[in-house]
């Protein structure tokens, strides 16, 4: 009896959408380690310790993981993760700085996207047709790659907390970008609004798609 209600159990188990789910995780995981551990690199190279100092120069997504940013972004499509620690004071010229350590973010979502891609390549040209491979081209080519473009040019929007603010402030007068970063922390409430309203997945949506095709013909 027992093990008849398993079998049923077993057979109304969705494995495509459990396979979907375990997907999604795991490339929202490479994604926002590598994103907030390349924000960390690119800020110790220009000189600021902070980030290496408290350990957040590491690829292991346990020190970079906001449990809340973390379901928000796998349950609505909009998330984060723990910032890495920058002190503006180490650079010698720190807006400029700050633009340039904000940046890092974003070009390594491009840049992984673009390696998701090239490995898919790599699997579709020269290995065994298998159960495994298979899977491991469609997470790269249909979770990864899309998921880190996404989240690349969703970063890039100008607003307060995200990187497109600092980037766009690196070409602010002094005045007007200290003005904007005061009013930082009610950009969240913005973007948790146009979240809300889906006008952030309409904006990037059809851009999602655009990067997507040039990676995808550079590519193949």
């Not at 690349?152 to 603010?165: E, H, R, T, Y």
Request: hydrophobic share 55%; with cysteine; net charge positive.
């Amino acid at each position: 009896m027992f093990f008849h209600y398993l079998q049923n159990l077993f057979r109304a188990l969705d494995f495509g959408s459990m396979q979907a789910m375990l997907f999604r995780i795991t490339a929202v995981l490479l994604c926002l380690t590598v994103h907030e551990t390349c924000h960390g690199l690119a800020a110790c190279a220009l000189g600021d310790p902070t980030a290496k100092s408290m350990h957040r120069l590491s690829f292991n997504p346990l020190r970079h993981i906001d449990w809340l940013g973390l379901a928000m972004m796998l349950l609505a499509g909009f998330g984060w993760a723990k910032p890495v620690p920058v002190d503006p004071r180490y650079f010698r010229k720190p807006k400029q700085g700050m633009a340039l350590t904000a940046l890092a973010g974003p070009v390594s979502n491009f840049l992984l996207a673009l390696l998701a891609l090239l490995l898919g390549k790599i699997i579709y040209l020269y290995a065994p047709y298998g159960f495994v491979w298979n899977l491991l081209f469609e997470f790269l080519l249909y979770s990864l790659a899309p998921l880190s473009i996404g989240l690349g040019l969703f970063n890039l929007l100008p607003i307060p907390p995200l990187d497109g603010a600092k980037v766009a402030g690196g070409f602010l007068p002094d005045r007007t970008y200290f003005q904007i970063m005061r009013y930082e922390r009610y950009g969240m409430l913005l973007l948790l609004a146009l979240s809300y309203f889906g006008l952030t997945s309409s904006l990037i949506g059809d851009l999602i798609y655009t990067v997507y095709e040039w990676m995808f013909y550079l590519i193949f």
